[in-house]
């Protein structure tokens, strides 16, 4: 039976109670529902609304309401009921009676839902944060595991730079700790609790709000009814902050399907993280990479839904809000499924370090090298940078990497190049010369590997 249907000569017809109800997506906010009406009866009770026995009660029966759903022992869908909150509040009543008919007082569902959802989001802010650090340490790991790889940096997916391969998987290491501190800012201002709010302009029962708050685990109650009921701003930041931890997840996705084709041969994918082809018996897709990529455009459309659903509404609730919930519950499943997969593809991959070498010693990488030596014998780097580009169009004439032109090829481009500057050209020396704070040097990158993985256990 509905909780309002006193004012109603007639019922609910199918197609409104199709859209209308939220109870088959909602009831994922069962336990966090019971929760919070654990401590409303505390509230009504001290606040001389209820008995000591009817709040008791009460407790008793939602604690073992709780304790079933967690078991999952509630079909709740049988209930027929409209939402999370009329399912609980009919339990109470099937079980209390008029007592279960008390613990509405004050209260309404429009405090309670915002309620519910904060405690929702931060519970799964918390096991989120593990899901990332998981991410971050499975990157520290990987790039433990080939310490001294040198791979092609790219601007413009052409190759620039050769960097360390730890330089790389540190790179990405930045991104997720910045995900997590998103994570934690975004606990720190929505961790306020409205109940106390009632429908939209506060309650006329004597309840104790920042106990209310402290009960639950926030850090303070609302400071105002009608944003308490209809903000949420909170979803929308953890909306955005699976965005763009998704976008980091799939930027990493793309690169690694790269590094993982015939063409660039850097890495293999382990046989659990791959696929293969109903037609062509050779092929090993990069089928989890893809997905991570794939992902995104779900998760990036749930923030984008949210965001136009509240755009145009008046405060202060309105029941469009309830389209709140569907997509934040998948994007969350989404984000915490693919940080899982993107740990196991770490895990999975091996690194052919030889050929790694080979591609970041080749597209003439070595030629900034080149105009830095020059502008060390006292030439301008504008003017190095033009006659290094000359040598690169010489060497490309010859067909061969800058370093096996003879000294008469060079110096015919510039007679101040001499033997020294052959070392220069090496592979390592571009790549360790970058000994400064943040750059790719074998001394630099195994310092920030060593100081993150210290810093782990502090994530
Ligand atoms: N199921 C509703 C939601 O998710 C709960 C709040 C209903 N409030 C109301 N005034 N009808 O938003």
Redesign the pocket.
């Given at each position: 039976m509905a909780l309002w249907g006193g004012r109603f000569a007639a019922g609910s017809s199918n197609m409104f109670r199709q859209v209308n109800d939220?109870l088959p997506f909602?009831q994922a906010m069962a336990a966090q529902d019971m929760e919070g009406s654990i401590v409303w009866s505390r509230a009504l009770a001290k606040a001389g609304v209820l008995t000591s026995e009817e709040q008791q009660q009460l407790e008793a029966a939602l604690s073992e309401l709780k304790a079933q759903a967690e078991a999952g022992e509630i079909d709740f869908n049988a209930s027929g009921e409209?939402?999370?909150?009329s399912f609980v509040e009919a339990a109470l009543i099937d079980k209390l009676g008029d007592v279960g008919r008390k613990l509405h007082t004050g209260r309404?569902?429009?405090d309670?839902?915002a309620t519910d959802?904060r405690l929702w989001c931060r519970t799964h802010i918390e096991s989120l944060k593990t899901d990332v650090t998981a991410v971050v340490r499975s990157l520290l790991h990987t790039a433990s595991r080939h310490q001294q790889a040198i791979i092609p940096g790219y601007t413009h997916l052409q190759r620039a730079q050769p960097i360390r391969f730890p330089h790389w998987c540190l790179a990405y290491v930045e991104m997720f700790k910045r995900d997590l501190s998103r994570l934690n800012d975004l606990h720190a201002r929505m961790n306020q609790c409205p109940l106390g709010s009632g429908?939209l302009a506060g309650t006329t029962y004597p309840v104790d709000r920042h106990e209310i708050a402290e009960q639950l685990g926030f850090t303070s109650p609302c400071l105002n009814s009608l944003d308490a009921v209809s903000d949420r701003d909170f979803v929308l930041e953890l909306l955005f902050t699976a965005s763009t931890s998704m976008m980091h997840l799939s930027r990493l996705a793309e690169d690694l399907i790269f590094y993982n084709s015939g063409e660039a041969g850097f890495l293999q994918l382990g046989d659990s993280v791959t696929s293969g082809s109903s037609l062509m018996p050779q092929k090993k897709n990069p089928d989890a990479l893809e997905l991570l990529r794939g992902k995104c455009g779900r998760v990036f459309g749930h923030l984008q839904a949210l965001l136009v659903t509240m755009k145009g509404l008046p405060l202060a609730?309105n029941?469009d809000?309830?389209e709140?919930?569907e997509g934040a519950f998948d994007a969350v499943n989404q984000w915490h499924c693919c940080l899982c997969i993107a740990c196991e593809v770490l895990d999975s991959l091996a690194l052919n370090e030889e050929r790694c070498r080979i591609a970041a010693a080749q597209g003439y990488s070595n030629a900034t090298e080149l105009a830095d030596y020059l502008v060390g014998k006292g030439i301008p780097f504008r003017t190095a940078h033009d006659i290094s580009g000359q040598v690169v169009l010489l060497a490309l004439e010859h067909n061969a990497p800058i370093e096996d032109l003879s000294l008469e090829q060079l110096q015919s481009v510039c007679s101040d190049i001499d033997e020294d500057v052959y070392p220069v050209l090496q592979l390592e020396y571009g790549v360790d010369k970058r000994n400064i704070l943040g750059g790719t040097s074998a001394e630099t990158v195994t310092k920030a590997l060593y100081q993150e993985l210290e810093n782990m256990d502090k994530l």
């Open positions: 939220s909602d409209e939402d999370i909150h309404s569902r429009n309670q839902v959802f429908a609730y029941k809000m309830q709140d919930k």
